[in-house]
């Protein structure tokens, strides 16, 4: 279980119904939308980029500056097609991975980097809390199903360089392999999760 | 394999951000010329968009997502956010606006000064002359009707003369006054004299370097550019000493 949950503690309470139009409301500067994005989008963000950076100070900040900014600009998200939630999740994923970077090339925590060595790559966590109460957790499920079907080399090499924030020869030194091979594992393994994703729908309206 | 292959082949780590930096670049530099990869990376990151949701949802501490919303609430909007820094590089451009101007200006005053030094040095080098002569020469000489003088300070110490005329017309066109030494051995050219602008016309001249004796100086009106060593031209004052 995830640091931060009790196991009693309800799942947030805000009705799928009730969300209707939340990014117009954003865009309308309604304070109230924000706090509801907040508790809807929070465990998620948190999770992926706890995750990657396996530092939780780290990853609230991160998470906090992801809203500001979701705050700040979401009337400038022209793309109709560019939906609220996907759109929150690569800000924080590619947030996560600069800070990754940063700390690997200025070796602040060195410390705390060799105990994360040690322990293994970052890893999305492949337990199965009972958190069906969790909106969006019909999307959890089926992005896992559609992971963990991978062959097992394909889902290292998207561990690694999607959630990790590896570079090809930083994993091909770590798996022992050539850098050609993390190439074609990555490319077949996005080929299978593009056709596993495409019927996920946006469930932040 | 053409080159635009290694682009399609690489388009996955792009979405992925595993390129190394260098490819990185190369990619970049690539991205904003190709419509065929643009289209395909949006493609692929739309389509890819729920894959971050693998990761499990952790929940927030206590608190946590009031503090996110009030601290996103309270911060200012970027304009008042960048307002200090703006109004820094304001002023500081002003200042070095300001800079620029006022260095152009000390520099017109330097050069102002450097040039009434000079004048000034040139004055006090002439009127040491004058308050050094060994031996001051006074002519009255005439020219066309107009009566005027020839003055020479002579300063032994530092061999030089302080020559003075005035009193004489503008010379004929085609022509200068040209000032002579008169030595043992001949006669010597020195200065050509102006007197065009109706005020007296002064010269500070070096005695010639010949250990022949000085025995006197001469005023005449030459061809204008005449390199002759002896005069050629009408004499207006002849001194013997």
């Known amino acids: 279980m995830p640091r931060g949950r009790t196991a009693d503690r309800p799942a947030t309470g805000i009705a799928l119904a009730d969300q209707t139009g939340l990014r117009a409301r954003l865009v309308a500067r309604d304070e109230a939308a924000l706090v509801e994005l907040i508790e809807l989008a929070t465990p998620w963000l948190l999770g992926l980029v706890q995750g990657m950076l396996q530092d939780q100070d780290e990853a609230e900040e991160v998470v906090s500056g992801v809203f500001a900014t979701a705050w700040e600009r979401v009337g400038t998200l022209g793309d109709e097609h560019e939906t609220l939630m996907p759109w929150l999740l690569r800000v924080a994923r590619n947030r996560a991975i600069d800070r990754l970077r940063r700390r690997s090339r200025l070796r602040r925590k060195a410390a705390r980097l060799e105990a994360y060595d040690a322990a293994g790559p970052a890893s999305v966590p492949f337990h199965e809390p009972d958190e069906s109460g969790q909106p969006g957790w019909h999307v959890h499920r089926s992005v896992h199903a559609a992971l963990g079907a991978l062959p097992e080399e394909q889902r290292a090499v998207v561990q690694l360089a999607y959630f990790g924030g590896r570079t090809h020869s930083e994993i091909a030194e770590e798996l022992g392999i050539p850098m050609g091979t993390v190439k074609t594992r990555l490319r077949l393994a996005f080929d299978k999760l593009r056709a596993s994703l495409a019927p996920i729908r946006d469930w932040v309206p | ?241």
């Open chain 2, 1 to 241: 394999m053409t080159p635009h292959d290694w682009y399609v082949e690489h388009r996955a780590a792009w979405v992925a951000g595993s390129l190394d930096a260098r490819e990185q670049e190369i990619f970049a530099d690539h991205l904003p010329r190709c419509e065929e990869c643009r289209a395909e990376v949006a493609r692929l990151e739309r389509e890819l968009a729920w894959l971050p949701m693998a990761a499990a949802p952790t929940a927030p501490r206590p608190g946590l997502t009031r503090q996110i919303a009030e601290r996103v609430l309270r911060r200012p909007p970027a304009w008042r956010r960048y307002a200090p820094a703006l109004a820094a590089a304001a002023v500081l451009v002003a200042a070095l606006g300001l800079g620029v101007r006022e260095r152009r200006r000390v520099t017109e005053v330097e050069v102002l000064l450097a040039q009434r030094n000079l004048r000034l040095a040139a004055l006090e080098d002439t009127l040491s002359v004058i308050r050094g002569a060994a031996r001051v020469v006074q002519r009255d000489i005439s020219m066309d009707g107009h009566r005027g003088g020839l003055l020479i300070f002579q300063d032994e110490t530092s061999h030089r003369w302080n020559v003075v005329v005035h009193g004489l017309p503008a010379a004929p066109a085609g022509t200068v006054y040209q000032f002579w030494f008169v030595t043992e051995s001949g006669m010597v050219r020195s200065v050509e004299l102006p007197m065009d602008r109706g005020r007296p016309a002064f010269a500070t001249v070096s005695m010639p370097p010949i250990p022949a004796a000085i025995m006197g100086a001469a005023l005449t009106v030459e061809p204008m550019l005449a390199r002759s060593d002896r005069p050629e031209g009408r004499e207006i004052a002849h001194v013997d000493f």
